[in-house]
């Protein structure tokens, strides 16, 4: 099985990127940290731990991180996941133990990724950047030692894209652009909040050629509509009455759908961004799932992030023979397999 690290801040989709990477056979959950992003750190962290009470896996320790980037002040996405970071269900318990006290989550990080063989672990991060930023520049040795790094984060508009995130934007100058960012006219979520952290990343030399990146173009490929929701609360075998797991998940949806069309308009379901960066880590190893980033031509891209201005957050690509694989397209179906195979076996938990 292959050794996963995730960084995340639950919210609505980290919390089918836990199940995906505490369930899937191929994977061995390594390590959770939280970090502040869709809810302040407290909030991220206690939702970390009650979706692991949840899907019956206590034993899973979580580790808090930051609780702000280093370099500007943040805001929390309330408007998208609710005041405590995980709204819509009273069906989520409470968490009945603490997060590791007196514990660095940095450094526990670097010490469990270097505790894998070399080339064989993977850091997958569906939040901001700012732990694993820390991270890699207080240990920069732990780049190299990766087998890999799955980030969830950034938008590219143009060519990549038919995403619809509301009516042009005229900037300052009076210039047109399509909107591209569900956080900016520019810019996604998880970039914007740490902009100086993502581009340290996307411009480390150890880590270019390693990194897997979802932007809002690949997840607004995975929305969960009406017919996928419906399919993940009655499970494929048509369970009555759903199981409470499934009743969970589906009310977490349900307000995630909700907030979408609120604030986006999107009527299709909410896109399901962080499990996409999970099941990188499926596809760069089994081989019925090598295709499910059904790119024939595997672009490799330079990474930029602009930290300033009217377009800060937002990620810039250049064609590069060794960089950054920016997957174009899913093979919907198996990405929607893997989910529903891994809330049955949560299920049965
Ligand atoms: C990202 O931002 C957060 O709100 C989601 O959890 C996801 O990681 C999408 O832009
Ligand atoms: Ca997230």
Redesign the pocket.
């Known amino acids: 099985r292959v050794p996963v690290w995730l960084d995340c ?1 639950p ?4 919390a089918f990127a836990i199940l995906l990477a505490v369930y899937h056979e191929d994977l061995q959950l390594i390590g959770v940290s939280t970090v502040y ?2 809810a302040p750190l407290s909030k991220t962290t206690s939702n970390a731990l009650s979706v692991l009470k949840a899907i019956g896996k206590e034993n899973i320790p979580v580790h808090p991180g930051s609780w702000r980037p280093f370099s500007r002040d943040t805001k929390h ?1 309330r408007d ?2 609710g005041e405590s970071g995980l709204d819509g269900t009273d069906l989520l318990p409470q968490p009945d133990r603490l997060p590791l006290k007196h514990c660095n989550a940095i450094k526990d990080m670097r010490d469990a990724l270097l505790s894998c063989p070399p080339q064989t672990a993977w850091l997958v991060a ?2 901001t950047l700012t732990n694993i930023a820390l991270m890699f520049a207080v240990f920069p040795e732990v780049a190299k030692h990766l087998k890999g790094l799955s980030i ?2 950034g938008a590219i508009g143009g060519d990549f894209t038919n995403v619809y995130m509301g009516p042009e934007y005229t900037d300052s100058a009076g210039q047109k652009h399509a909107r591209i960012g ?2 900016s006219p520019f810019a ?3 970039i914007w909040c740490d902009p100086d952290s993502a581009r340290s990343i996307f411009t480390n030399p150890d880590l270019t050629s390693k990194t897997t990146l979802i932007t ?1 173009d690949l ?1 607004h490929q995975v929305c969960a509509t009406t017919e996928i929701r419906d399919m993940l609360l009655f499970s494929r075998v048509k369970q009555e009455p759903p199981a409470r797991l499934r009743r969970m998940f589906y009310e977490l949806l349900m307000f995630f759908a909700k907030t979408y069309e609120a604030v986006f308009g999107l009527k299709d379901g909410p896109p399901l ?2 499990p996409l960066a999970v099941a990188v880590v499926l596809a760069s190893i089994n081989g019925d799932l090598r295709s499910l980033f059904n790119d024939a031509k595997h672009e490799r891209w330079d990474v930029d992030v602009v930290t300033e201005g009217e377009q800060d957050g937002r990620t810039r690509v250049t064609s590069a023979t060794e960089g950054v694989f920016i997957p174009r397209s899913v093979d919907v179906q198996k990405f929607w397999d893997l989910i529903e195979d891994c809330m049955a076996k949560a299920d049965h938990e």
């Open positions: 801040d919210g609505h989709d980290d992003g869709n996405a998208i996941h569906t939040g969830m984060g569900n956080m996604e979520f998880n809002l997840t961004h962080d």
